[in-house]
């Protein structure tokens, strides 16, 4: 695979992802830096799909999504990195391989972008529910996650895949 130094135009949508995952890693490390020492010994570490915690344990669990979520963040950032790298193949027309190129960049954008904001309202749920100030994640939140996780990039693969352009 040849590799080029040439970054691809990206769109508003592309920026507005990349700061909201930003965003989302900053309050998943914030939030429990900040609330760290207010909490008690034990902190809800596991949400049930009724959206109740239903496991409990060490108020050190806190800083596990915060570590799996900056993993997560950087592993896509990553693949995007070598994405924008590449060179065509010449297997499609290069307009083709370029709107291809590009929807699969803004997909992992939004990946980025959904997955750290979503670990950070856990990490804000884990911290009000021992706090006794929430009761749970809410019963719209997996649905919510789910559609986002499912539709979205559905959608996505939709749009990369038609012979219409991305604009």
């Known amino acids: 695979m040849k ?15 990349e700061i909201a995952g930003i965003l989302g890693l900053l309050l998943l490390v914030g939030l429990p830096a900040f609330f760290y020492s207010r909490l008690p010994d034990e902190i809800p570490i596991h949400f049930g799909i009724s959206g109740f915690a ?7 669990a806190i800083w596990l999504l915060p570590v799996i979520g900056f993993v997560i963040y950087a592993g896509l ?15 499609l027309d290069a307009a083709t391989e370029t709107r291809q190129k590009k929807g699969v960049y803004s997909l992992l954008q939004f990946l980025k972008a959904m997955l ?18 929430q009761q749970g994640l809410g019963k719209w939140f997996l649905p919510v ?15 990369i895949t038609s012979k219409k352009s991305m604009q």
């Open 3 to 17: 590799t080029t130094h040439e970054t691809p135009k990206t769109g508003l949508f592309d920026l507005i992802f």
């Open 77 to 91: 950032s990553f693949l995007n990195y070598f994405l924008i790298r590449t060179t065509p193949s010449g297997k």
């Open 145 to 159: 996650f789910i559609i986002l996780l499912t539709i979205v990039p559905i959608f996505f693969a939709i749009k």
């Open 116 to 133: 750290s904001i979503s670990f950070a309202y856990i990490v804000f749920a884990a911290i009000q529910v021992s706090r006794g100030n």
């Open 54 to 60: 239903d496991g409990w344990g060490s108020k050190k």
